[in-house]
């Protein structure tokens, strides 16, 4: 909103991911197919966003036919450059994270430190990306543009994976399913990581247009800016940009990892049952009051805490009482002086319209 004011074009992408074996496993346990699995979790976070009066210009689904088509031609791209081949594989790999891990990187029992779940031991016949040959050209840009990864503590976790050496990775899967097809070989399906990241570009195609990486670049990349949880940091600040190089594709100007939520001071779990269900936050204190507390009280960047206690006290204090208050002095005046004409929404902003609106209204639309 604030780049629209500025009067720039922008774009807000956002969307599901929704190939890969958890995908798989998540719509078996629930009786149905991953296509109507995807359906309703796909349906449910536009709901959120709604609820969150979180507006976007672009949703994408990996399932899209129109994103199927940027990956295969994408995965050419990089086939061309000599950076795809063939071999065998063996590791530890944790389904949740879709990634093979490093035993030094395991908690006890090779449980993952972000899902707390032990890996499994797998060995395959894949694809694999030639990651190690960007070892040098990543270095330099991360160099050159100390900008490219933020906060700057994310920074230097990225030099620290990049400098204990950069491995290849594995980019297509034998035995899951449900994915798209590799190009050259339909025994197995792209690794969800080397087509969803992808989503980035293919959300920029408009419904008339010509389906081709071309256009779809053309159309708004490189991004500005990645805002990603920091678990996935790795995948965007590492991965990517190699991808995107044998692609010869620019690079996005920055990544950056925001933290993750605890509650009442203690990480959340559905073990646990102190996991926040976002909607009946919203449908039991209000978008506005949401929005402004997590904004004002989790640094950008940070982990964050909630409580409902602090969450309350934070809201009446200062979403109620001070604002508030600057709020219907504001009205007042724009009352008695300005024939209460008001800009009300950011994309009429940066048109320069504006609208009249009685204050009752504009009151009704903020209070919390």
Known sequence: MWQRLLGKRVILITGTDEHGEKI??????????PREHCDVISQAYKMLWKDLDIAYDKFIRT???????IVEE???????KNDIYRADYEGLYCVNCE?????KELLENNCCPTHLKPCVPRKEDNYFFALSKYQKPLEEILEQNPDFVQPSYRLNEVQGWIKNGLRDFSISRAAVEWGIPVPNDNKQTIYVWFDALLGYISALLEDEEQISLQSAVSSGWPASLHLIGKDILRFHAVYWPAMLMSAGLSLPKMVFGHGFLTKDG????????????PNELVHKFGADAVRYFFLREVEFGSDGDYSEERFVNI???????TIGNLLNRTLGLLKKNCQLTLVVDSTIA????????TVEELVRLLQI
């Not at 399932?63 to 088509?69: I, Q």
């Not at 990634?99 to 035993?103: A, G």
């Not at 809201?315 to 009482?321: E, F, I, K, R, Y």
């Not at 940066?350 to 609106?357: L, P, Q, R």
């Open 99 to 103: 990634e093979y891990k490093d035993e």
């Open 315 to 321: 809201v009446n204090a200062h979403l109620a009482n």
């Open 63 to 69: 399932t899209d036919p129109k994103h199927e088509a």
């Open 266 to 277: 203690m990480k959340m779990g559905k073990s646990l049952g102190n996991t926040i269900e």
């Open 74 to 80: 994408f995965y050419f791209r990089v086939l061309a």
């Open 24 to 33: 798989a496993t998540a719509a078996s346990a629930c009786g149905s197919s």
């Open 350 to 357: 940066a048109e320069g319209k504006d609208f009249k609106d």
